[in-house]
């Protein structure tokens, strides 16, 4: 029986699990977590993403996230893979770091968003570890239960206003809600539906008639849109943009279209490098290369 299709559609919220393969870590050093942190906030910037809620462990990550467009699997699909060439050039390894396919669960956004955060938030705890989960360096939690400066990754807000409007008020009723389920040893799952969904019944049933097919296709019309504007105000043959040559001024303007295409239209490298008849190594170079000279020293 083939695995079943991604239930993907505008607004829709999940709460993902990525495994380290053969239970083994996916991050070795503080480097590798704060490596993989900012790959989140790239991802959600492109692919215009919510991340309410994260969790990273020594052998896995826990997201709650929301998806404005239906394209939860290409964004999660380029998240494992750029992570995972960075972790095998950082330790000198080769293979798969992420056990197969992610789980991703569906959760019913109106009366679930909470309950999943504390579960993500509490992950340390189930994991053995003895910091309280509040004082945890490695997940979203001090975002809900702190007052001031808060991680540009994530949106508390709206999980946060289902237990008060005053931010001071919410931090202190979060802490307690974290502390009230701290109390119960058995700390019980949530309400999960045919192991695809955290809901209701009635949502469940609701949610499996909403995906909504993605194939890439106006990724695709959007990247070769960009192709053709850069070509004309530039003055340059499409051909010659999509062609070898090594004249600077074709070379800088391929460089922007190919970044663009990834930026902009959120097109796979592989997709691009179809385009341009390049591999996907090489155009995973050139962002590198156009992201490397625009950041600050």
């Known amino acids: 029986m083939g695995r079943p299709t991604r239930i993907q559609y505008p607004g829709a919220c999940y709460h993902i699990v990525l495994h380290g393969n053969n239970r083994q870590d996916v991050f070795l050093t503080n480097q590798d977590r704060r490596y993989f942190l900012n790959l989140l906030k790239s991802y959600k910037e492109r692919f215009e993403l919510n991340v309410y809620a994260y969790c990273l462990l020594s052998n896995a990550v826990h997201l709650l996230i929301e998806t404005r467009q239906a394209n939860l699997s290409r964004a999660m699909?380029?998240?494992?893979?750029?992570?995972?060439?960075?972790?095998?050039?950082?330790?000198?390894?080769?293979?798969h770091v992420f056990q197969g396919r992610y789980k991703a669960l569906l959760v019913e956004k109106e009366s679930c968003l909470l309950a999943v955060s504390r579960h993500i938030h509490l992950e340390p705890t189930r994991a053995g570890l003895k910091e309280k989960p509040w004082r945890y360096p490695w997940s979203s939690c001090v975002s809900y239960v702190e007052f001031g400066e808060q991680d540009a990754r994530v949106g508390a807000a709206p999980v946060l206003r289902a237990l008060a409007k005053n931010r001071l008020k919410q931090s202190v009723l979060y802490l307690h809600y974290l502390k009230e389920r701290l109390k119960d040893p058995e700390m019980h799952e949530l309400p999960i539906v045919r192991g695809l969904f955290v809901g209701t019944p009635d949502f469940a049933a609701a949610a499996g008639g909403m995906a909504v097919p993605s194939d890439g296709s106006d990724a695709l019309e959007a990247a070769r849109g960009i192709l053709k504007e850069m070509a004309g105000k530039h003055g340059i043959d499409e051909e010659a943009l999509l062609g070898r040559s090594q004249w600077r001024e074709i070379t800088r303007v391929r460089k922007q279209a190919i970044y663009r295409m990834w930026k902009e239209a959120r097109a796979g490298v592989s997709d691009i490098g179809r385009i341009f008849n390049r591999t996907p190594s090489a155009v995973s170079q050139l962002i590198r290369s156009v992201e490397l000279a625009s950041s600050p020293n």
Do not use: A, D, S
């Open 77 to 95: 699909q380029g998240l494992g893979t750029i992570y995972t060439k960075y972790f095998n050039r950082q330790h000198e390894t080769t293979g």
